[in-house]
């Protein structure tokens, strides 16, 4: 085993194993004086040792541990039974010989549930391992210890759970039964057994595959009178024998987690959106338009799952040329979208929408048309529409667009658009009705330079958009992509609404999309935001869309996400919660810190995001340039944006 890593010794230590007193051995390993399955060391007799054989799986790679493994035995000695109840005389005893006979009384005939541990020696410059064991219980049971005894995994969580898990290629945790085991052949979840299992591995995550394949059985009459021991509801073991009798059950009589046709939507919807994503690209690239891919996949999961996405970043890097690349993907035409140019002269929401001429009875619509494209998806709800704030902030967004900002919260049958009082009279309300339903197949896109010349954006329109900055590719990669570029002519249209529905992931409860550890995470950054200003933090509606983010990430033919986890943490926490901080050195020098650009100092949220905690979520790579260039703001101007 190469380049042997203290957590992998911890994993195979973490492995529970069912076995007993080797009694019926005929050759023992040569550490002890007798050839006994209780003796004591041969180096030093007042050490007793005692050898247990494994009777159920062992962790695959204990074998290529390098050490003196013989006879496939786990040595003990009297600190392996420190966890379970021992005779009162025994830890006293200094007699060897009745020392040697408690521990037969013990564990003879026994079922013996134990752990790996790894007793590292250095010989000659090498590493040796000794296959040593602490027992954690012994068991009075009438089991045929020649069989072979399989461990049987359970997921932390409900049925409902699991399958929406399975359905949504989350990684499935099982507790009790590390990547140091064979993946399971079956799982159990509340009162069912899973089979036809095909699991990948991502990132040291398991993930079931073919998802189509995957049946389920509820428990048999007999299932608990197979049960050879339970450790707890996240692991039991049952006889290989038993296992196989279960996977013949499952195959005959199994009925399909998901209905084919179920599962052919959903796995028709993934095909589309990964042939959509191509589309956008061979589009960018025949637009002379370069993007790094995780920019493009960034941009298409916000615009998935928030009704209205800013895009960021200095002047001529194609910011709405990207979305309107994006709406010509999708094969909307003029009447599907449209770009609106701000104009620094917008104070109010009739400047875009319009107005009602009471004189005339008459609903005026602005020039900028958004009126109409609005009634057109109101009236065409099948069909996807994209309206693009080119330049949002050269005016205070919140003036005019504070209709739309009150309306992205909301649920899509209650986004109401008012256009003018209902009591009012109009002679054009055929037309122009006195409120539209702004649906979920309208998107909202704005482009914004930040200089000077522009406004910054209040918080409450920030807790409601993705703000994205794209980076620049850097030329001579820019160049080769564009002379391997391939010409590949699409012709799939998705103007219909039907497409990113489909690609849409929903979940009811979306905080159960983030580990433990990750929600500890971002209770620790919500403390530290909120201490420096008690109307700043990480809000439970923040926690949701950064759950839908993660959720909504595309998979390639392979299964594989296209952004992975760490990183979709790294790039929404940029995303939705570091936009917010910005201020005064009075107040958030201390929060953000100074760089002069070759350090940063004193930052107390670059301390947060370099930390254990944070190690185990993401590198956060991207949030820590963030804070950097933060930092060096206020170093320079005591402000930081």
Same mark, same amino acid.
């Given at each position: ?6 957590e992998?010794?911890?994993? /195979? ?8 007193? =080797? ?24 050490y ?10 062992i ?13 496939n ?5 009297e600190?392996?039974l ?5 005779s009162?005389?025994? +830890? ?9 006979? %408690?521990? *037969? ?14 007793k ?13 064991l ?6 009075t =049971? ?8 399989i ?5 932390? !969580? ?8 399975? !359905?949504?290629q989350l ?22 057994? *899973?089979g036809?299992?095909? +699991? ?7 993930? &079931?595959a ?14 608990y ?10 692991l ?17 009589n199994?009925?399909?987690i ?13 095909k ?45 890097? $194609?910011?709405? %040329?990207l ?8 094969g ?12 620094p002269a917008?104070t109010?929401?009739?400047?875009? /929408?319009?107005y ?13 048309g ?9 009236d %065409? ?5 994209m309206i693009?704030?080119d330049e949002m902030?050269?005016s205070?967004?919140?003036? +005019?667009f504070?209709?739309?900002?009150? &309306? ?25 009705? =006195?409120?539209?339903?702004? $649906?979920?197949?309208?998107?909202f896109v ?9 406004k910054?954006?209040?918080?409450r ?6 703000v994205?900055?794209l ?29 990113i529905?489909? +690609? ?8 159960d ?7 500890k995470?971002f ?7 909120n ?7 990480v ?18 033919d ?9 990183? =979709? ?9 570091l ?38 979520v ?19 101007n005591?402000?930081?944006?």
């Amino acid at each position: 085993m190469k380049n042997i890593k203290q957590e992998d010794i911890k994993a /195979i230590q973490d492995c529970y194993i069912l076995g007993h007193l =080797a009694l019926d051995e005929k050759f023992f390993p040569s550490i002890g004086e007798e050839q006994k399955p209780i003796t004591y060391l041969k180096k030093n007799p007042e050490y007793v040792l005692f050898y247990i054989k494994p009777i159920s799986t062992i962790p695959k790679r204990i074998y290529e541990l390098p050490g003196p493994f013989e006879n496939n035995l786990f040595i003990g000695f009297e600190k392996a039974l420190e966890n379970v109840p021992m005779s009162p005389d025994f +830890w006293s005893e200094k007699d060897i010989k009745i020392k040697k006979e %408690r521990i *037969y009384e013990r564990l003879a005939n026994k079922l013996i549930l134990f752990k790996p541990f790894m007793k590292k020696e250095e010989k000659s410059k090498n590493e040796l391992f000794y296959r040593n064991l602490v027992i954690f219980d012994i068991e009075t =049971a009438n089991i045929d210890f020649t069989k072979r005894y399989i461990p049987i995994p359970s997921p932390s !969580m409900s049925k409902y759970e699991l399958e929406k898990a399975i !359905m949504q290629q989350l990684p499935i945790e099982l507790p009790l039964y590390n990547s140091e085991f064979e993946d399971p052949e079956i799982i159990i979840c509340d009162d069912y057994i *899973y089979g036809n299992l095909n +699991w990948t591995n991502q990132k040291g995550k398991r993930i &079931l595959a073919s998802i189509g394949d995957i049946k389920k059985i509820k428990f048999p009459n007999d299932f608990y009178d197979n049960v050879i021991y339970k450790v707890s509801d996240e692991l039991l073991f049952i006889s290989e024998d038993y296992k196989n009798r279960l996977k013949e059950i499952i195959e005959q009589n199994g009925s399909y987690i998901f209905n084919k046709e179920d599962f052919q939507i959903y796995r028709d919807s993934v095909k589309s959106e990964i042939k959509f994503l191509e589309k956008f690209k061979q589009y960018l690239f025949n637009e002379g338009l370069c993007y790094r891919d995780i920019d493009l996949y960034n941009f298409h999961v916000c615009l998935k799952t928030n009704p209205l996405t800013i895009i960021s970043g200095m002047a001529g890097t $194609g910011k709405t %040329r990207l979305a309107v690349a994006y709406a010509k993907a999708l094969g909307l035409d003029e009447e599907h979208y449209t770009v609106i140019p701000i104009s620094p002269a917008y104070t109010e929401p009739a400047d875009i /929408i319009g107005y009602l001429n009471t004189s005339k009875e008459e609903f005026i619509p602005s020039e900028t048309g958004i009126a109409d494209i609005l009634k057109r998806a109101h009236d %065409r709800k099948d069909e996807l529409f994209m309206i693009i704030f080119d330049e949002m902030n050269l005016s205070q967004v919140e003036y +005019w667009f504070s209709p739309f900002i009150s &309306l992205l919260e909301m649920k899509e049958d209650e986004r109401k658009l008012i256009l003018y009082n209902k009591n009012s009279n109009c002679k054009n309300s055929d037309k122009y009705p =006195a409120q539209i339903t702004v $649906g979920d197949n309208v998107l909202f896109v704005g482009t914004v330079n930040i200089d000077e010349t522009t406004k910054d954006f209040s918080d409450r329109l920030l807790d409601r958009a993705n703000v994205i900055t794209l980076e620049s590719v850097p030329f001579v990669e820019m160049k080769d992509l564009f002379k391997n570029k391939k010409n590949t002519n699409y012709t799939e249209s998705f103007v219909e609404s039907k497409f990113i529905r489909s +690609w849409r992931r929903t979940v009811d409860f979306p905080i159960d999309v983030f580990k433990d550890i990750e929600l500890k995470f971002f209770d620790k950054l919500h403390n530290l935001i909120n201490s420096f200003d008690k109307q700043k933090g990480v809000s439970y509606r923040t926690l949701q869309h950064i759950a839908l983010y993660i959720l909504n990430i595309p998979e390639d033919d392979k299964g594989q996400k296209l952004i992975d986890r760490s990183r =979709a943490i790294d790039i929404a926490i940029k995303q939705r919660i570091l936009t917010k901080i910005k201020g005064h050195q009075e107040q958030f020098g201390r929060l953000i810190g100074i760089s002069d650009g070759e350090g940063i100092k004193d930052s107390l949220l670059y301390q947060l995001f370099t930390d254990d905690l944070a190690k185990n979520v993401s590198d956060f790579k991207l949030c820590l340039a963030e804070i950097k260039r933060k930092a060096e703001e206020m170093y320079y101007n005591g402000y930081a944006s």
